[in-house]
């Protein structure tokens, strides 16, 4: 229950419950306080509370939050969002990242007439049956009979799988990077970009971006613009709210006559209030400012824990980008190392998760890093400790 978010995945002494958060810091339901590394597993782009968006939410409350249709902040909300946002020229609202992608799934197959999708082994696209992985309990293997997977940045993988897709591909659903639980962060290599474009052209598929965890933290126009790739439709979500529940489909003008075939529709997709903290955290996070935050906060983090590991003769892997940074020990199959590092860390006041990668936000000023490098280096001191005891493999076990 819960997936990944459940506490039972991490080890021992990691809180389930909090009640707090402020700028960078959450507090736990017994008062402790962290520094969260996770921001809520992407959302909180802006720190908790931000006075920004708390605002918006506030004025938008005091003219409501759900009517019988859409308040114009969607209006709003849409156009930012596609003068942001370089392929998009039409926006789809809805609430969670597994929404947008799976509509964005229903668009292309509308669109195509088509059936099959092709996805990346290890890639979440949130819990939906087309997405689902094969030992997902409650949903028949015919439910994703039309799903054909992958090796992330393999061309020949993807060549393969648009043959045995024949004329009947509908869609390629990608990640912007490789960011699978339980291992470094891959970028893209442009060449798997431009081939999944070029073979999308070809083949008369529809190349969907699915940016719900990297969006706003690699770039605000578009992960792969800087490829110069640009996806037929993207999905967001996460950051986009700065908390609030809500999430889009984001799409090119040739698609937007399917877009408005498909039925889709949620008692709760107009809510006025996460528009409004949505158009203030787009109008925030797209600012250079905050970027340069992101950029200098996560740089910093990512090669001062690269230097403390060495300190302590310890062989780390640190991946990512900067504002979604993460790390592995070297011959630590088990993450058993991750597991007595980020708890050690928690100790010390800073919220890491030892096998998912990392959020940052512009709560993480220059000052609250040099707080979190305080307890890095003790929690890098444990685990030389730890390596360092006889039967440590044994230690390592019970974490
Ligand atoms: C890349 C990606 N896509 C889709 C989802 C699903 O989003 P949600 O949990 O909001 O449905 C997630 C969630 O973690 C994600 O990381």
């Known amino acids: 229950m819960y997936g990944h978010k459940n506490v039972a995945h991490l080890p021992a002494g990691f809180p389930q419950f909090f009640e707090k958060g402020l700028g960078a810091s959450i507090w736990d339901a017994d008062g402790h306080e962290y520094i969260d590394m996770m921001c809520s ?36 909300l849409a156009e930012l969002l596609t003068d942001t946002v370089a392929h998009a020229d039409w926006a789809l609202f809805c609430k969670n990242g597994t929404d ?49 997977r992958i090796e992330y940045n393999d061309v020949a993988s993807l060549r393969a799988a648009v043959s045995e ?52 933290r690699i770039d605000p126009v578009g992960s792969w613009t800087s490829l110069g790739v640009q996806p037929d439709l993207s999905a967001w979500s996460k950051a986009l709210g700065n908390g609030h529940a809500i999430a889009a489909l984001l799409g090119t003008r040739t698609l937007e006559a399917a877009a408005t075939r498909i039925t889709a529709t949620g008692s709760f997709w107009f809510g006025s209030v996460p528009m409004a903290a949505a158009l203030a955290t787009v109008r925030e996070i797209r600012r250079p400012e905050s970027q340069a935050i992101l950029t200098a906060s996560g740089t910093k983090l990512q090669n001062c824990l690269r230097t403390q590991a060495a300190s302590y ?39 890491f998760h030892p096998t998912h990668n990392w959020f940052l936000g512009t709560a993480h000023t220059d000052a609250v890093i040099d707080r979190v490098l305080n307890a890095t ?20 076990r019970a974490g």
């Open 100 to 148: 947008a992608t799976t509509l964005a799934v229903a668009v292309a197959r509308t669109e195509t007439s088509k059936r099959k999708v092709i996805m990346a082994n290890g890639s979440y696209h949130g819990i939906a049956a087309w997405s689902s992985s094969p030992t997902a309990a409650g949903i028949p293997a015919d439910e994703r009979a039309h799903t054909i």
């Open 165 to 216: 897709a024949d004329d009947d591909l509908a869609a390629l659903v990608l990640t912007p990077l490789r960011h699978d639980i339980s291992r470094d962060l891959e970028p893209v290599s442009p060449e798997f970009a431009r081939a999944a474009r070029e073979l999308c052209n070809r083949h008369n598929a529809v190349l969907i971006l699915d940016e719900v965890r990297t969006g706003f």
């Open 377 to 396: 280096d003790l929690a890098f001191a444990r685990v030389a400790r730890v390596t360092a005891e006889p039967g440590a493999d044994r230690l390592l």
């Open 41 to 76: 597993w992407g959302p909180i782009i802006l720190g908790h509370q931000n006075p920004l968006v708390d605002e918006a939410v506030r004025q938008q409350l005091a003219q409501g939050e759900c009517f019988n249709g859409p308040s114009s902040r969607m209006v709003e």
């Open 313 to 351: 003769g310890l062989d780390v892997n640190v991946s990512g980008p900067p504002a979604l940074p993460f790390m592995t020990f070297a011959n630590d199959p088990g993450f058993e190392l991750s597991a007595v590092w980020a708890r050690a860390a928690l100790d010390e006041g800073a919220y």
